[in-house]
């Protein structure tokens, strides 16, 4: 597969040198300085390819196109906003990119409670403590109608857990849930939080995917004209927070958004890390079933807990079998190349590493996105893939023989 490296541009304390010395040889990119919806000029674009290009590299995949609220909510303005999206992927065509990523998590992009839990080997992870969650959601957020959200037993842990919080936890937790994390499309304090969840009150799973297939119906042609390819990310975490609707996060939510669209250009990114919170999803065949229309792939993995919260682990160990995702990935690549398509070769990146080493004492680090952590994380992947290649090869030979 074609290895990536996620990068956030000339902002992101890792450089492009680092990028390089990883061995990946696609950047993943986005131009998050036009995160408001407008379309992205075509001199910016070029001026961020550059860059890249110059750097030795290829913009290989471009993550993400933000999604205008309006469009999910299906409000008059969206058509504005959808003209803009379509401006924005002419001029990534007349450059040369193809694969576009995007989501449609309405509010909050990924969520996470803590960003530096401590891991045993005295590295640190991300962790959704669902407790925490519950607790923040409940009695400091104190969102209209939150206990429908939870079970009773679950909101009596949860007030036990509130009633350990210190002012300081407090500041952390809101901070990391609302203030947004990187790639976000948007910030906020409590009360422009608590308005922006309130615009979703009535729009029902049903709805926000109608207002989703009406979008595919409007960009997929154009992705068509333009040989794109355009693929949804799943829900991270793969279920409801604060009561909104999501609608990406099963195999269903995928078979539907992928038949509102049937077509090559309407396909998936395929993130381990985000259908694995949920034990339900089977990676394995759900790579087996959406194989073709798998454009791009986010690669790591997440320890689940009973009861809902989850931390990233290591990208070949915890809760998903990501070699026996790797390998159907790479069973598909074969397919593809025997078809003779263009497009056979799946862009692959690591996924929100673990602070490790160095990086730990670094005065700036995007959380989930610092260098060593990643690093590992992909060359634990090469390692897998390579393996699983040698043992193809081998086994054709001894099929042969």
């Known amino acids: 597969m074609e290895e990536c490296f996620r990068w956030y541009g000339p902002e992101d304390p890792v450089s ?34 550059a860059i890249i290009q110059d750097a030795g590299m290829c913009w290989s995949v471009v993550e993400s196109i933000p999604v205008h609220n309006s469009i999910k909510l299906g409000t008059k303005e969206r058509s504005t906003y959808i003209g803009w999206y379509k401006d924005t992927m002419r001029n990534l065509a007349a450059c040369g990119l193809d694969v576009v990523c995007y989501n449609f998590m309405p509010v909050v992009d990924w969520t996470r409670t803590e960003l530096t839990h401590p891991l045993e080997n005295g590295a640190f992870a991300l962790r959704f403590d669902a407790v925490d969650f519950a607790a923040y959601d409940l009695f400091v957020l104190k969102r209209r109608n939150a206990e429908a959200s939870y079970t009773s037993k679950d909101a009596v842990i949860a007030e036990a857990r509130f009633n350990t919080f210190t002012p300081e936890k407090i500041k952390r937790i809101e901070n990391n849930l609302i203030a947004g994390l990187p790639a976000t ?93 949920r034990e339900d999803n089977d990676l394995v065949a759900m790579v087996a079933e959406f194989a073709p229309r798998i454009h791009f792939a986010h690669l790591r993995n997440v320890q689940r807990e009973r009861d809902g919260s989850f931390h990233e682990a290591d990208h070949l160990t915890g809760s998903s079998d990501i070699v026996a995702v790797l390998y159907a990935l790479l069973e598909e690549q074969k397919r593809r190349q025997a078809e003779g398509r263009a497009d056979w070769q799946i862009p692959v990146r690591p996924d929100h590493g673990h602070l490790l080493a160095d990086d730990i004492d670094k005065d700036e680090t995007f959380p989930g996105y610092s260098l060593i952590g990643r690093l590992r994380g992909l060359a634990e992947l090469r390692g897998a893939m390579h393996g699983i290649a040698t043992a193809q090869r081998i086994n054709t030979k001894e099929r042969q023989a």
Request: charged share 25%.
């Open 16 to 49: 492009l040198r680092d990028v390089r010395h990883t061995g990946a040889t696609g950047v993943v990119s986005a131009l998050h300085h036009i995160y408001d919806g407008s379309a992205w000029p075509l001199e910016e674009i070029e001026k961020r390819n």
């Open 185 to 277: 499309e948007r910030q906020y304090n409590r009360e422009s939080f608590l308005q922006a969840v309130e615009e979703y009150d009535g729009v029902t799973p049903d709805d926000l995917h109608r207002n989703l297939a009406y979008f595919l119906g409007e960009i997929i042609p154009v992705a068509q004209e333009l040989g794109l390819r355009m693929c949804v990310h799943p829900d991270d975490p793969s279920f409801s927070l604060y009561g909104l609707p999501r609608i990406v996060s099963t195999a269903d939510d995928v078979r539907r958004i992928l038949s509102a669209a049937d077509d090559h250009a309407n396909g998936l990114t395929f993130c381990t890390g985000s259908f694995g919170t």
